[in-house]
């Protein structure tokens, strides 16, 4: 299982930013990306990996973290095997590196482990 993060930057405070995943190689075709559930996380300098979002295999249900409920949205395309975190308001507090994250859908709950992660993705806000 591959994933592969891209969109991240540097930002104002203020900005928006959409970064997005993709499920690549051979592990991945339209049918078998609908059975992972998937999540972003991120991990600041000198802090525990956190959740952000995550979302169910069909995209009926989502979670967001308390800090990134209402200034963010997670969605998914199986059909391209991506899924995207939409960021609006960024805040310094939220520089970090991004990770696009999945698991085997109904496996735990969504804000829950996952097994299988990409390299990650750097975002700075700067105030």
């Known amino acids: 299982v591959q994933l592969e993060e891209s969109g991240g930057g540097l930002v104002r405070a203020g900005d928006s930013l959409t970064l997005s995943c993709a499920g690549v190689?051979?592990?991945?075709?339209?049918?078998?990306?609908?059975?992972?559930?998937m999540g972003w996380f991120r991990q600041a300098p000198g802090k525990e990996r956190e959740v952000v979002a995550a979302?169910?295999?069909?995209?009926?249900?989502?979670y967001y973290d308390d800090d990134a409920r209402g200034r963010s949205t997670i969605s998914r395309d199986n059909a391209k095997r991506t899924v995207t975190l939409k960021m609006n308001s960024l805040k310094p507090e939220d520089t970090a590196v991004y990770y696009c994250?999945?698991?085997?859908?109904?496996?735990?709950?969504?804000?829950?482990?996952?097994?299988?992660w990409g390299q990650g993705t750097q975002v700075t806000v700067s105030s």
């Open positions: 994250a999945a698991k085997l859908a109904k496996s735990g709950p969504l804000s829950g482990s996952y097994d299988y």
């Open positions: 190689g051979d592990t991945f075709d339209m049918f078998s990306f609908s059975l992972f559930e």
């Open positions: 979302i169910s295999w069909n995209g009926d249900t989502k």
